[in-house]
C-alpha cells in the first residue's frame, strides 16, 4: 500500500526565510510525485511534479523539491518566505500502474510572520 | 484553456432538496474526479470517470449520483443530504487514466462550498 506522510501539521516561518515543508512515502517502487498549495476558500493549484526525469523540480512561485529515493522524501523549498506563500500545502502520490488516483498527504498549513 | 470550472460556487439546501453541481474542462482530458474536502483536511476521492464511464465509486453513498454527459462535463446530482455532507466539493481532470509519465497531473477547479441545513 502506498502512503504519504507530511511531518508537522503547521509550520510557521519570518517573511524572507527559508520555507522547508517535509514529505515522505512509502512505497518500494518510486510513485508519481505532487505537491499542491490551497489558498482559503479556493480549489489546488499544482505546485510541481516529480516524474523521475530529474530528482530536483522546480515549480512555480519560487518553490522547488528534491527527490531523493535513499530517504523516500521529496521535500518542498523555497529560498525566501512572502507573505502570499501563506497558504496548505498538501503532498501527493499516485503510484505507477494504478488507475491514476492521488492520495493526498494530510497537509501542512504555512504561516508566513511579518 | 487550461482551467477546471465549477458551479455554483457556493450553494445552501435543505434535507429535501435535489440540487446539482457541475464541472466543466476544455482541455481535451478524458479523466474526471469527484472529491469531498472537509475543512482542514485532504481532498476524499468519490469518483473516477475515464472515457465518460464510471471507472471508481469510493463507496459514497447513493444521494450523490455522478453524470458524465459528455467528455467535457461532469455532474453530481444530490438528493437527501445529511448536514454532515457539507463540505468543498472539487472537480478535478487529468490527460487519461493510463499510465505513463505525460499527463498524470490532475488539475482540480475552484470547488462548490456546500451547506446542508
Known amino acids: 500500500a502506498q502512503s504519504v506522510t507530511q511531518l508537522g501539521s503547521h509550520v510557521s516561518v519570518s517573511e524572507g526565510a527559508l520555507v522547508l515543508l517535509r514529505c515522505n512515502y512509502s512505497s518500494s517502487v518510486p510513485p508519481y510525485l505532487f505537491w499542491y498549495v490551497q489558498y482559503p476558500n479556493q480549489g489546488l493549484q499544482l505546485l510541481l511534479k516529480y516524474t523521475s526525469a530529474a530528482t530536483l523540480v522546480k515549480g512555480i512561485n519560487g518553490f522547488e523539491a528534491e527527490f531523493k529515493k535513499s530517504e523516500t522524501s521529496f521535500h518542498l523549498t523555497k529560498p525566501s518566505a512572502h507573505m502570499s506563500d501563506a497558504a496548505e500545502y498538501f503532498c501527493?502520490?499516485?503510484?505507477?500502474?494504478?488507475?491514476?488516483?492521488?492520495?493526498f498527504g494530510s497537509g501542512t498549513q504555512l504561516t508566513v510572520l511579518p | 484553456d487550461t482551467e477546471v470550472t465549477q458551479t455554483p460556487k457556493h450553494l445552501v439546501m435543505g434535507m429535501t432538496n435535489k440540487k446539482s453541481l457541475k464541472c466543466e474542462q476544455h482541455?481535451?482530458?478524458?479523466?474526471m474526479y469527484w472529491y469531498k474536502q472537509k475543512a482542514k483536511k485532504p481532498p476524499e476521492l468519490m469518483f473516477v470517470?475515464?472515457?465518460?464511464?464510471?471507472?471508481i465509486n469510493e463507496s459514497v453513498p447513493s444521494r450523490f449520483s455522478p453524470e458524465c454527459p459528455n467528455s467535457s462535463l461532469l455532474n453530481l446530482h444530490l438528493h437527501a443530504l445529511q448536514p454532515e455532507d457539507s463540505a468543498l466539493y472539487l472537480c478535478a481532470s487529468s490527460q487519461g487514466t493510463r499510465t505513463g509519465e505525460r499527463g498524470n497531473e490532475q488539475f482540480f477547479g475552484p470547488g462548490t462550498r456546500l451547506t446542508v441545513l
Open positions: 501527493a502520490v499516485i503510484m505507477a500502474g494504478s488507475a491514476r488516483q492521488l492520495t
Open positions: 470517470y475515464s472515457y465518460e464511464k464510471l471507472s
Open positions: 482541455m481535451g482530458h478524458r479523466a
